[in-house]
């Protein structure tokens, strides 16, 4: 086959090779013979010809380009990016797990059977819930399950239910879960200390009431402290309580969902428990259920027998079905396995307490520069508002984009939607107060550049490979595939 097109490789020079590959030693005949002639070459392919070393450097300057946890802090809000410890990732390779099928029979994979088994108590334990499925592949098929699981409640009583209230600090993907399972949302209002409304919340429930999602603590950051009057409400009502555990990572070894009253929450593995998903992947969102919602749980659910094996258990006639295609996403369950196991329970506990530490520490230093309008009882996160910032002609993103040249990751913005401005921080548990010291230095300095050089913060960033976009552009004519560039009838590789 003739190739068509010719192609400028920028890095190729005639002559360089960066392999030795053996003569071919299969006869002409046999090509013929069992390759058709219309797809062999005629002449050979236009490949680059660099060195080894060129094309090691090649891909390792293209892996900084991206900013990743390991270059830097990401202070990446409600989305954890923590350290993730390599021996997870190694773990996760051995042979026994990644080299695996999930068609094998049960006799030959017993080990990973053991494996999602034993992390299935660890998150029981955990939750305090009783029982859970590591099926959902991220924390909103979690939440879909879980509102599934809910809708299958009610159905099975032959109760009909329309809504399911959302806060106005719901996760984004709460009011999709519901609408996608067949109810209806009510919004509840947040009362002057950035919690539920509790008025709110009592003038709306009735007997269509099917439950309710909460993120604890919510995602200002702030620990629901009125959670068992909330719970015991819509309990009284007949609905259920889901908890939104995105937030997880502020409670482990603290306080449990199901002791705070919630019937079903999802956990993120791939946040709370290694495995920081940055790229949109890969992810895991178990889900943990009381004791009355067990059935409902998807198939199958991995069982331990009397004779200490495993097996998978498909006989559950209540189940709300297979959500994932065969049992979820089995190398992050592994990872999260091997963290919990790693930092057993007070390890855990202190993870909790420093990731609290750590966000109220960095809240502390930025105070003074930054309105922080929901400050009493921060966890693990806290909310900034830049309205003084943006009255002086800088806007959250503008800080955002400007901590991309400060070596940063920017944090989450324009979320919670009911703060204007909002600029949410997490410092996670793993970083250091010398990184904590200068980050809050960077913030404070942009501060300053207002007043003496905005237009370094209104044309930031401009040290990334990639410089500040059209975000109207960007959003409304998104350009996500590479494409050759022609040059004078030729097209260059870049």
Not at 178 to 202: E, P, T
Not at 273 to 281: A, D, K, L, R
Not at 343 to 360: R, S
Request: charged residues 25%; aromatic residues 8%.
């Amino acid at each position: 086959m003739e190739s068509k097109t010719n192609i400028i490789f920028r890095e190729s020079i005639p002559g360089k090779s960066g392999a030795s590959v053996p003569p071919c030693d299969v006869p002409e005949h046999a090509l013929s013979e069992f390759i058709p002639n219309h797809v062999l070459r005629e002449s050979p392919p236009n490949l680059p010809e660099v060195t080894e070393p060129e094309v090691v450097r090649h891909f390792v300057n293209l892996s900084v380009k991206n900013h990743h946890v390991d270059r830097d802090f990401y202070p990446l809000g409600s989305c954890t990016m923590k350290y993730n410890p390599k021996i997870n990732e190694k773990i996760a390779s051995l042979d026994g797990f990644a080299g695996i099928h999930p068609l094998q029979s049960v006799e030959t994979v017993q080990g990973a059977l053991r494996v999602m088994w034993e992390l299935e108590q660890m998150l029981l334990k955990i939750t305090g819930m009783s029982a859970a499925t590591l099926q959902p592949s991220a924390g909103s098929q979690g939440e879909f399950v879980g509102i599934l699981i809910m809708k299958k409640y009610h159905d099975e009583r032959n109760d009909s239910r329309k809504y399911i209230f959302i806060p106005e600090t719901a996760h984004g993907t709460n009011p999709a879960s519901v609408i996608l399972a067949g109810y209806q949302i009510k919004k509840i209002k947040s009362d002057s200390r950035g919690r539920v409304d509790l008025a709110h919340l009592k003038q709306n429930l009735d007997q269509h009431t099917a439950g309710m999602m909460l993120t604890q603590p919510n995602t200002l950051g702030l620990f629901e402290d009125q959670i068992l009057d909330i719970t015991s409400l819509v309990h009284e009502a007949g609905g259920l309580m889901y908890m939104d555990g995105a937030n997880l990572n502020a409670l482990v070894g603290i306080t449990k969902p199901a002791d705070m009253g919630f019937d079903i929450t999802h956990i993120n593995l791939h946040k709370t428990f290694s495995t920081p998903h940055g790229g949109g992947g890969p992810g895991a969102g178990p889900i943990a259920v009381t004791e009355q919602l067990a059935k409902y749980l998807p198939i199958p659910v991995v069982v331990k027998k009397r004779d200490e094996s495993f097996d998978w258990d498909y006989d559950r006639s209540a189940s709300v079905g297979r959500v994932h295609s065969y049992f979820g996403n089995f190398s992050i369950l592994v990872r999260a396995w091997a963290y919990i196991l790693s930092m057993g329970e007070q390890g855990l506990k202190e993870m909790t307490k420093n990731a609290i530490l750590n966000a109220n520490y960095l809240k502390y230093l930025l105070k003074d520069t930054y309105h922080i309008p929901f400050s009493e009882g921060t966890m693990h996160e806290f909310v900034i508002s830049a309205v003084d910032q943006k009255k002086r002609g800088i806007r959250a993103l503008d800080i955002a984009k400007s901590l991309l040249d400060n070596g940063y990751h920017a944090p989450t913005v324009y979320f919670p939607i009911n703060l204007p401005e909002a600029i949410m921080v997490e410092p996670t548990e793993s970083e250091t107060k010398n990184t904590l010291d200068e980050f809050a230095q960077s913030m404070i300095d942009i501060d300053s550049l207002i007043d003496t050089d905005p237009e370094s913060l209104t044309q930031a960033p401009i040290t990334t490979p990639v410089r500040r976009l059209d975000e109207t552009k960007a959003n409304r004519e998104p350009d996500i595939r590479w494409k050759f560039q022609k040059t004078d009838n030729l097209k260059e590789v870049n």
